[in-house]
């Protein structure tokens, strides 16, 4: 998938949202891509899975990783594809971790895949509980990169690479121009 048709899903489905948002990662930004919008809906899920599975096809994928929430859905599309397993990573005490006897085999070569990329603080988790269990890391694929430059030390290919600003809070143009939040993301915060 060319980045203008990613561009093109997002906006039929309604992910590409305007507002004032207070990021997962703690940083402010005009801009929004609820991803849920898209990954409510199995058929365009199945294609971005497809599309990251049709980048990473030579690489020889054992299994494919990815981060709760989003990451599970396009884990599961993209190994589909790449006919292999698919499991996942959850937040445990401030941990991201494998649980419910997730296992990776030593050597096994892992893609990791995941929705949006502010920060890329999920993947790096994602990536040390995989080194844990003695995985081999041959790429990371990303539906979207928000940060224009995500660099894991491996081949890292977006769908879509979208350079949002985002702020500290203190230096926010939309927190001192009074704007409150528009409720959104997983800490669901509410306006101000």
Same mark, same amino acid.
């Given at each position: 998938? $060319?980045?203008?048709?990613?561009? !093109?899903?997002?906006?039929?489905?309604? =992910?590409?949202?305007?507002?004032?948002? &207070?990021?997962?990662?703690?940083?402010?930004?005009?801009?929004?891509? #609820?991803?849920?919008? &898209? &990954? #409510? @809906?199995?058929? !365009?899920?199945? $294609?971005?899975?497809?599309?990251? =599975?049709?980048?990473?096809?030579? /690489?020889?994928?054992?299994?494919?990783?990815?981060? +709760?929430?989003?990451?599970?859905?396009?884990?599961?599309?993209? !190994? $589909?594809? &790449?006919?292999? *397993?698919?499991? /996942?990573? #959850?937040?445990?005490?401030?941990?991201?971790? /494998?649980?419910?006897? /997730?296992?990776?085999?030593?050597?096994?070569?892992?893609?990791?895949?995941?929705?949006?990329?502010?920060?890329?603080?999920?993947?790096?988790?994602?990536?040390?509980?995989?080194?844990?269990?003695?995985?081999?890391?041959?790429?990371?694929?990303? +539906?979207?990169?928000?940060?224009?430059?995500?660099?894991?030390?491996?081949?890292?290919? =977006?769908?879509?690479? +979208?350079? @949002?600003?985002?702020? #500290? !809070?203190?230096? %926010?143009?939309? %927190? $001192?121009?009074?704007?409150?939040?528009?409720?959104?993301?997983?800490?669901?915060? *509410?306006?101000?």
């Amino acid at each position: 998938m $060319k980045a203008d048709e990613m561009k !093109a899903l997002l906006e039929e489905t309604g =992910a590409l949202l305007n507002g004032h948002f &207070l990021l997962t990662s703690g940083r402010h930004s005009g801009s929004y891509v #609820e991803k849920f919008r &898209l &990954l #409510e @809906i199995p058929w !365009a899920t199945e $294609k971005v899975g497809r599309s990251l =599975a049709e980048a990473f096809e030579d /690489f020889d994928i054992q299994v494919v990783v990815g981060p +709760m929430t989003g990451g599970i859905l396009l884990a599961h599309e993209t !190994a $589909k594809v &790449l006919k292999t *397993k698919s499991i /996942f990573t #959850e937040r445990v005490n401030g941990k991201m971790e /494998f649980r419910r006897g /997730f296992e990776i085999k030593p050597n096994e070569r892992v893609l990791i895949v995941e929705d949006i990329v502010t920060t890329g603080g999920s993947v790096w988790e994602v990536i040390e509980a995989v080194k844990e269990q003695g995985g081999e890391i041959v790429g990371v694929g990303l +539906m979207v990169d928000r940060t224009g430059k995500a660099d894991f030390e491996v081949p890292t290919k =977006a769908l879509l690479t +979208m350079d @949002i600003a985002s702020y #500290e !809070a203190d230096e %926010c143009p939309l %927190c $001192k121009a009074g704007e409150g939040f528009t409720e959104r993301g997983s800490r669901n915060i *509410k306006g101000k």
